[in-house]
């Protein structure tokens, strides 16, 4: 290649995928940018996870630890770089060929990057559609890549198809380790404070609907546990809100922070927990005051029948959702 090739670090978190580890590896051997270094992370598995990398072992770095989680095993791969970009892939997850190559041909053009990411398809059971990320869950429609400078906190990067600066990872303070879920969220969140976000329409990674627990499966783990979702929701725009951000993006953070203490009222009060759901539906209006908000509060505080025309409402706007994609038995 006629441009810079800087040395890219691929860090891979796995726990118990020994059963698809090797397309993950394989699909990154397969990449036509190559100078990388492939690092894979065990948090702590117990399945043969050992035997499945051992034909690897001249080609990949592995590391084995404690099971502490998928925040805990990515920084111990961050740590452990030595490229100047990090390149994130699930172990569930497989890249397509030229992934690399074009998010560095990107990141030539838009040299004031920290962060990249491209579109992704998801792949159900055998037999059904595949499902384009961009088109089919963000309606977001670009031709061709888009330089964003100031983040509007948009949910564009998969984890798998993201490659961000070393030194901004390390600025920005890595994964959170108490987070186990939206994790990457909000690392992606807190490097879009520090630099542009270049967003490729190109689908140049696949993702795997797998029948796997929640403890493996964070998808799943998603959607059993969403009073978990939310207070993880609540922690980063909190976080966020601390950062030096414009006037848009505060109010754009607080906006969200409003809609999440909301949701998670919703929860409370689905599981009969009234006196919760109330105290978040106040907090929510006081997070962002608004006469929109302030209609909220009162169908909330109304209680079944409010929350019902509000669950109704976002029904009649609902696009793709991750539960028609990781359906009930995943959680099994």
């Avoid at 990057?113 to 961009?134: K, L």
């Avoid at 920005?172 to 939206?182: K, Q, T, Y």
């Avoid at 797998?210 to 964070?218: A, H, K, Y």
């Amino acid at each position: 290649m006629s441009y810079n090739t800087p040395l890219i670090s691929v860090v891979i978190p796995t726990y118990n995928r020994a059963h698809c580890l090797c397309e993950a590896l394989d699909s990154v051997l397969a990449q036509t940018y190559k100078n990388y270094e492939i690092v894979v992370v065990d948090d702590g598995s117990t399945d043969n996870t050992v035997e499945v990398v051992q034909p690897y072992l001249s080609q990949v770095k592995y590391i084995y630890q404690i099971n502490k989680g998928v925040s805990a095993a990515r920084n111990t791969g961050i740590r452990n770089a030595k490229g100047k970009w990090i390149a994130f892939l699930d172990s569930d997850d497989e890249w397509l060929p030229r992934k690399l190559e074009f998010q560095m041909i990107d990141l030539l053009q838009f040299q004031d990057a920290v962060m990249s990411c491209t579109n992704i398809v998801f792949e159900g059971v055998p037999g059904s559609a595949s499902v384009d990320f961009f088109k089919n869950c963000l309606s977001f429609d670009v031709k061709q890549s888009l330089f964003v400078r100031e983040s509007l906190f948009k949910g564009y990067a998969w984890t798998s198809t993201v490659l961000a600066k070393l030194e901004t990872i390390i600025d920005v303070g890595l994964f959170d380790e108490e987070l186990s879920i939206n994790e990457d969220t909000d690392l992606f969140f807190r490097l879009s404070t520090k630099g542009g976000v270049v967003v490729n329409p190109k689908v140049l990674a696949k993702a795997f609907r797998r029948n796997e627990s929640e403890s493996i499966n964070l998808s799943a783990q998603f959607l059993v546990n969403k009073e978990m979702n939310y207070k993880s929701l609540i922690k980063i725009y909190k976080k966020l809100s601390k950062y030096d951000l414009s006037t848009m993006q505060h109010s754009l953070v607080k906006k969200q922070l409003s809609s999440s203490w909301f949701d998670l009222g919703i929860v409370y009060y689905n599981n009969k927990n009234h006196k919760q759901a109330r105290y978040c539906f106040f907090t929510s209006l006081r997070a962002y005051p608004t006469g929109k908000n302030l209609a909220k509060l009162i169908l909330g505080l109304i209680g079944q029948q409010g929350i019902s025309f509000i669950e109704k409402k976002r029904q009649q706007k609902k696009g793709f959702r991750r539960s028609e994609y990781y359906n009930n038995d995943s959680a099994k």
